[in-house]
């Protein structure tokens, strides 16, 4: 192994939404007997540990200020795999799009994905992510059938949710604080088609965008809408919905060629001409309170005119990963960058928290650009973020002269779901205050999580500047 901290293996690294960071000393290992030999020097040298896949969290969870960040991105094999029941074992690197492009032509498809094809499978379970289809089939750790889990040690433990269902429901969503992933076995779901059946359906008010969305959840597998944050009033929440289902057997009459992987391209350009790599670019100028207030109204008008209640097909990538359409969409907010703040309350608390989200956004000057609402139900993971309700993501941009205030709005955005008895999600956060977070996940399971830290990591070597934001420096003593 090289020497531990070189100064040529320091490296700024960033949140994925670009508005926080960290100067760390980088390894990439590809073995784990890599990772083992960078657990054992940081050890020695008495300097924290970071761990960090693709880095798609918007904030702060995959750095801290000096350490050692460990990028399991180059940890991508695929070590075994069984066509006939849909049964993956994968190293922490693989990403989303390796592991759908793998299986698709066999048949299969991850149950559970993010917005973006991106993130790496040990992200996502660390962080325990969740899609589209939350209220059908939970969260990425409910299909995760065991793990490989690396110690502070070097020790190698299996954990799964049978023989060890204390730890395993504990690492699962604990970002990162108890052990490094180093392998893990997930059981896919079982596709006829690479296309889905879509419904488009408008709402006039926040109200209303819950009702449909709720109706809609047993009768759908994917239920995910869009808001426009800008108008208020009677207007206020009105958007767009979307709800989508697999197809059965013998309803796409070409399953063979709708299951390959080329079918499922996002396309790289626009209308067959501009290239898609420049498009962000041609956002830019449209990234301001006038010119996103202007898209989201023609959005609306659109969608609740022409678009509502139509049905048509689309191939699973194209619904799936939206956020992948226009790549490297992220920089139109630069230089500030962006924050997301995402909250779960419970269905009966959830028109009354999400209308003084919305309303406070407005007050403050600072509405959200994107605004995403779905139907959730609650996951059995010790720091879960799930519950019978809804969360609504806000995407908040930064700038000089609004950051302060915007961190003072994630706390007036985040006290009602607390009051209410909600949740939040790590992977999203870059600015809640800890306070808030520990009331929203209480003493009882809070104690639990550091008595399993305390018994794995007794110094403390695996942290984060998330955790310590969230948990506090030293939580688990």
Not at 33 to 47: F, M, Y
Not at 175 to 193: E, M, N, P, T, Y
Not at 399 to 428: D, H, I, M, Q
């Amino acid at each position: 192994m090289p020497a531990l901290l070189p100064p040529d293996r320091l490296e700024w690294v960033p949140g994925w939404g670009q508005a926080v960071g960290a100067a760390g000393y980088v390894h990439r290992p590809s073995t784990v007997e890599d990772v083992r030999g960078v657990l054992g020097l940081t050890s020695e040298r008495g300097v924290p540990l970071v761990l960090r896949g693709a880095g798609r969290s918007y904030g702060d969870a995959a750095f801290l200020p000096e350490a050692v960040v460990l990028d399991l991105s180059r940890m991508d094999r695929i070590l075994a795999w069984d066509p006939r029941t849909g049964e993956v074992d994968v190293e922490p690197g693989v990403t989303v799009e390796r592991l759908w492009r793998f299986a698709l032509g066999d048949g299969w498809w991850p149950p559970v994905v993010t917005g973006t094809m991106r993130p790496t499978l040990g992200g996502g379970l660390a962080m325990n992510v969740h899609g589209k289809n939350n209220w059908a089939r939970g969260t990425l750790g409910e299909h995760c059938t065991g793990l490989d889990l690396m110690l502070a040690s070097g020790e190698v433990v299996p954990v799964t949710p049978e023989a060890d269902p204390e730890l395993f429901h504990a690492v699962v969503g604990g970002f990162g604080q108890l052990g490094v992933i180093v392998r893990a076995r997930l059981r896919l779901k079982r596709v006829h088609s690479g296309l889905l059946e879509v419904e488009a359906v408008s709402g006039r008010d926040l109200g209303e965008m819950l009702r449909l969305a709720d109706e809609a959840k047993d009768r759908w597998e994917y239920v995910v809408g869009w808001i426009d944050a800008f108008p208020g009033g009677r207007r206020l929440g009105r958007g767009l919905l979307h709800f989508a289902r697999h197809l059965e057997p013998e309803e796409d009459p070409a399953p063979a060629r709708t299951l390959r992987t080329r079918v499922q391209d996002l396309p790289d350009t626009l209308f067959g001409i501009l290239p898609k790599s420049v498009l962000w670019r041609l956002l830019k100028p449209w990234t301001n309170r006038p010119g996103m207030r202007t898209i989201n109204a023609v959005k609306y008008r659109l969608g609740s005119t022409v678009g509502d209640g139509a049905r048509y097909l689309q191939t699973l990538a194209e619904f799936s990963f939206l956020l992948d359409y226009v790549p490297g969409w992220e920089r139109v907010y630069l230089p500030g960058g962006l924050i997301q703040h995402q909250s779960f309350v419970p269905a009966g608390a959830a028109e009354r928290v999400f209308a003084r989200q919305l309303e406070a956004c407005r007050k403050a000057g600072l509405p959200s650009f994107l605004a995403v609402l779905k139907r959730h139900r609650p996951d059995p993971f010790l720091m879960g973020h799930g519950v019978d309700g809804y969360s609504l993501a806000l995407d908040l941009p930064v700038t000089a002269s609004n950051r302060e205030r915007l961190w003072r709005l994630v706390r007036e955005l985040a006290e009602p779901v607390v009051e209410a008895g909600g949740r939040f999600y790590p992977a999203k956060d870059a600015a809640l205050p800890g306070e808030l977070y520990r009331a929203s996940v209480g003493e009882e399971r809070l104690g639990r999580f550091a008595a399993l830290k305390a018994r794995l990591d007794p110094g403390g070597m695996l942290r984060s500047a998330l955790a310590e934001r969230l948990l506090g420096p030293r939580w688990w003593q």
